[in-house]
């Protein structure tokens, strides 16, 4: 069953521009991850945000998370043509293992 | 460490032939994850292993599919017999948080399975 959903499902930016996408799940969480998947390759895990945790950056990376609606959405500053993949955001409850939603691919022009 | 390894990487099979996967997780992971992928259905997970027992297999299709793990350094997934439909990219992924299955995943590069 999907638990977080993407939003948009796709996304055409420009070199140097940011990139937000959002992510809304159902159930209450552990944690809410955000990974990569380049064409041909597997997810790569960018970053982790806790339920008690609003807002975490890593590098161009900037992740917020709204537990009262059930929310995140994941920021890429500065878009670089090397950005060009699918995000999905997967979230944990205690004792089960992530659930991914369907991703949203981005695609950075030059 | 070299990270998941899978193979084979590609895989070109016919109808009704068995089909098995094989992954190799990052040394001292505790927790072992198969997942399928595709367009219509996204990510799947099919099953998990929790130190070598598969603890949540209720994501396996159908009993065509089956999964083992002999010792903490080798997986398969096998599909016996294959359909057309079974076509997908399967991935594994590791993970090293004893008692938090809902930790960040490792993932291998994926096997590409095309069924004529």
């Known amino acids: 069953s999907q638990q977080g959903e993407e939003d948009p499902q796709a996304l055409s930016i420009q070199e140097g521009e940011n990139a937000t996408m959002n992510c809304s799940y159902k159930?209450?969480?552990?944690?809410l991850q955000w990974y990569r998947q380049n064409s041909g390759r597997g997810l790569v895990h960018l970053i982790l945000?806790?339920?008690?945790?609003r807002e975490k950056h890593s590098g161009r990376l900037r992740v917020t998370l709204d537990t009262s609606k059930k929310s995140s959405s994941l920021l890429i500053t500065a878009s670089r043509a090397a950005d060009t993949a699918s995000y999905f955001c997967?979230?944990?409850?205690?004792?089960?293992?992530?659930?991914f939603g369907k991703g949203t691919t981005l695609s950075v022009s030059s | 460490d070299a990270g998941v390894i899978q193979s084979p990487r590609h895989e070109v099979t016919e109808m009704g032939q068995e089909v098995t996967l094989r992954c190799k997780p990052i040394?001292?992971?505790?927790?072992l994850f198969w997942y399928r992928q595709t367009m219509m259905r996204g990510l799947e997970l099919l099953i998990y292993?929790?130190?070598?027992?598969?603890?949540?297999d209720s994501g396996m299709p159908e009993d065509r599919f089956s999964a083992k793990m002999p010792n903490a350094s080798f997986s398969t997934l096998k599909i016996q017999p294959s359909e057309p439909r079974d076509s997908a990219v399967y991935f594994c992924?590791?993970?090293?948080?004893?008692?938090?299955?809902?930790?960040?995943?490792?993932f291998g590069p994926g096997t590409r399975l095309t069924v004529l």
């Open positions: 992924a590791s993970s090293k948080h004893p008692g938090l299955v809902e930790n960040e995943q490792f």
């Open positions: 945000i806790r339920s008690n945790e």
């Open positions: 159930t209450s969480i552990n944690n």
């Open positions: 040394s001292g992971h505790d927790y």
């Open positions: 997967a979230t944990g409850q205690a004792g089960t293992a992530l659930i």
């Open positions: 292993f929790n130190n070598n027992v598969p603890i949540d």
